[in-house]
């Protein structure tokens, strides 16, 4: 019903507008802006235009679906109170520390490692007037160094986007005080996706990702082990994922009440197909969205 309500509405509005991958911030800027020097590092995957869809779709400050209800739904469970310290790895832009610190009172540290993300984040924290109980701060995902028992618990959303988890989720385990909790998500995959399917390449274009660093449920969950952590949940929750993803979706299509500019279009035209095909994957089982809950272990007395 989601494919067909998309692909109906587009056509319909928009026959010309092809789908593609989210625009650069060089070709969100206009023809009027100036080129970047060649030495340019990284271009953002948030551009300003996708910001403002994922933010209609999944709630102001949030880049997942189910927005706050979902981040608050995996974070209670790490016990946070106004006396504990949280580290949000993936913070996105912005949204899940100040659901933390609003309503359970946590004094957050939010990380990631996009740009504009980091930019936006900081915005909404000061909009918030939060700036006192929440700091913004970049990481880098092939280098992960988080403070040594820096912080009490840890939400850490998407992690491993794209990148070798071994070293993040070593770091993210020593980042942990003794007896501290840790909340992953992540995608996984059950086996090996093939990079020539025409659906995999594809979707992995749009996401940005490398299909080869999807792992295993169990092989992470062995992972986590490994790094002194004790695995309390792994818990396949794609349903949960797909369902909050569909009913946003439906409400925007529902409630446009005009038709999007080319500009506006090409964007959600992107995202639209982005979705469709995680949709696909994981309705074939060969995507799993997981959270993971453990606990660090105690030192032996």
Same mark, same amino acid.
């Given at each position: 019903?989601?494919?067909?309500?998309?692909?109906?509405?587009?056509?319909?509005?928009?026959?010309?507008?092809?789908?593609?991958?989210?625009?650069?911030?060089?070709?969100?800027?206009?023809?009027?802006?100036?080129?970047?020097?060649?030495?340019?590092?990284?271009?953002?995957?948030?551009?300003?235009?996708?910001?403002?869809?994922?933010?209609?779709?999944?709630?102001?400050?949030?880049?997942?679906?189910?927005?706050?209800?979902?981040?608050?739904?995996?974070?209670?469970?790490?016990?946070?109170?106004?006396?504990?310290?949280?580290?949000?790895?993936?913070?996105?832009?912005?949204?899940? +520390?100040?659901? +933390?610190?609003?309503?359970?009172?946590?004094?957050?540290?939010?990380?990631?490692?996009?740009?504009?993300?980091?930019?936006?984040?900081?915005?909404?924290?000061?909009?918030?007037?939060?700036?006192?109980?929440?700091?913004?701060?970049?990481?880098?995902?092939?280098?992960?160094?988080?403070?040594?028992?820096?912080?009490?618990?840890?939400?850490?959303?998407?992690?491993?986007?794209?990148?070798?988890?071994?070293?993040?989720?070593?770091?993210?385990?020593?980042?942990?005080?003794?007896?501290?909790?840790?909340?992953?998500?992540?995608?996984?995959?059950?086996?090996?996706?093939?990079?020539?399917?025409?659906?995999?390449?594809?979707?992995?274009?749009?996401?940005?990702?490398?299909?080869?660093?999807?792992?295993?449920?169990?092989?992470?969950?062995?992972?986590?082990?490994?790094?002194?952590?004790?695995?309390?949940?792994?818990?396949?929750?794609?349903?949960?994922?797909?369902?909050?993803?569909?009913?946003?979706?439906?409400?925007?299509?529902?409630?446009?009440?005009?038709?999007?500019?080319?500009?506006?279009?090409?964007?959600?035209?992107?995202?639209?197909?982005?979705?469709?095909?995680?949709?696909?994957?994981?309705?074939?089982?060969?995507?799993?969205?997981?959270?993971?809950?453990?606990?660090?272990?105690?030192?032996?007395?």
């Amino acid at each position: 019903m989601f494919a067909s309500a998309v692909r109906s509405w587009f056509q319909k509005s928009l026959p010309r507008v092809e789908a593609k991958s989210p625009p650069s911030l060089d070709a969100a800027a206009g023809p009027n802006a100036q080129a970047a020097p060649a030495e340019t590092p990284i271009r953002s995957a948030w551009p300003s235009a996708r910001l403002t869809l994922v933010h209609q779709l999944w709630g102001e400050g949030f880049i997942f679906p189910g927005g706050e209800i979902e981040a608050l739904r995996l974070v209670r469970p790490l016990g946070i109170s106004a006396a504990s310290s949280l580290l949000i790895v993936g913070v996105g832009s912005g949204g899940p +520390a100040i659901a +933390a610190t609003r309503n359970l009172g946590a004094w957050v540290t939010g990380m990631d490692h996009d740009p504009s993300l980091l930019a936006a984040a900081r915005m909404q924290v000061n909009r918030a007037q939060l700036a006192k109980k929440i700091s913004i701060k970049p990481w880098d995902p092939d280098k992960p160094a988080f403070v040594a028992k820096g912080h009490h618990h840890c939400l850490a959303l998407e992690p491993f986007h794209n990148a070798r988890p071994e070293p993040i989720l070593d770091s993210l385990a020593q980042g942990l005080r003794p007896g501290g909790q840790i909340v992953i998500t992540g995608l996984a995959a059950p086996n090996p996706l093939d990079p020539a399917d025409h659906t995999v390449r594809r979707w992995a274009e749009l996401e940005r990702r490398d299909p080869a660093n999807l792992l295993a449920p169990v092989t992470v969950t062995r992972m986590l082990g490994r790094m002194g952590l004790d695995v309390r949940i792994a818990e396949d929750m794609s349903q949960t994922h797909l369902q909050h993803a569909l009913l946003s979706w439906r409400v925007m299509l529902r409630d446009l009440d005009h038709k999007p500019t080319r500009q506006e279009a090409v964007p959600m035209v992107a995202e639209a197909e982005l979705w469709l095909l995680r949709r696909r994957l994981i309705r074939d089982g060969r995507l799993r969205m997981m959270r993971w809950h453990a606990i660090s272990r105690l030192p032996i007395a």
